[in-house]
């Protein structure tokens, strides 16, 4: 099975801030590679699809970048209902495992 | 509007059964991809099974394979998740999701969950 790693587990940062949280993938998976957003008692929510295409209706400060086993999803400027927890998914081969989650706090 | 509705899950204790059902509107239920997500209370996204649309093509987590079947009814619009020989380490909200592009296997859609407690 591929395993996806995520840091940092935990991230704080203020309104306005630029964040990123990356992902590692043990092999390669191309492009195959997907970013979530879940708050609490929600089902998770699609922000970027195939490493760096933005969902539609997601907004724009959300972008995906990398392929191979290197990813990263930015927040250009956090926003105060941009605190959550976030993970990234794998989808070039079965399981299509997820990472471990990252959940960015307010400072 | 895509809409998925889990239900099906409760209180069951271990070694016992338990089945689940997503049932799907909004959408051409047959041509999709849908997937069973699962997540411990506190934990992470756990991915579990996944059937395709076309051609009903299964995969299964190895956390779960050989206990759990899924199954479709594209008569229905429903998806099902049948699950047996339940483990205390199944206890999760288990949530049915839907495929959105036919390559990235990404899930832009997702039901509310339904809450699995296996405990004696």
């Known amino acids: 099975d591929i395993q996806m790693t995520q840091s940092p587990s935990s991230l704080s940062a203020s309104v306005g801030d630029r964040v990123t949280v990356t992902c590692r993938a043990s092999?390669?998976?191309?492009?195959?590679l997907n970013w979530y957003q879940q708050k609490p008692g929600k089902a998770p929510k699609l922000l970027i699809y195939?490493?760096?295409s933005l969902q539609s209706g997601v907004p724009s400060r959300f972008s995906g970048s990398g392929s191979g086993t290197d990813f990263s999803l930015t927040i250009s400027s956090l926003q105060p209902e941009d605190f959550a927890t976030y993970y990234c998914q794998q989808s070039y081969s079965v399981p299509f495992t997820f990472g471990q989650g990252t959940k960015l706090e307010s400072k | 509007e895509v809409q998925l509705v889990e239900s099906g899950g409760g209180l069951v204790q271990p070694g016992g059964s338990l089945r689940l059902s997503c049932a799907a509107s909004g959408f051409k239920f047959s041509s999709y991809n849908v997937t069973w997500v699962r997540q411990a209370p506190g934990k992470g996204l756990e991915w579990i099974s996944y059937i395709r649309g076309r051609s009903g093509t299964i995969f299964y987590a190895d956390s779960v394979k050989g206990r759990f079947t899924i199954s479709r009814d594209n008569a229905k619009n429903s998806l099902y998740l049948e699950m047996n020989s339940l483990r205390d380490e199944d206890t999760a909200v288990y949530y049915c999701?839907?495929?959105?592009?036919?390559?990235?296997?990404?899930?832009?859609?997702w039901g509310q969950g339904t809450l699995v407690t296996v405990s004696s």
């Open positions: 195939g490493a760096s």
């Open positions: 999701a839907r495929g959105g592009t036919e390559e990235f296997g990404d899930l832009p859609y």
């Open positions: 092999q390669s998976i191309r492009t195959y």
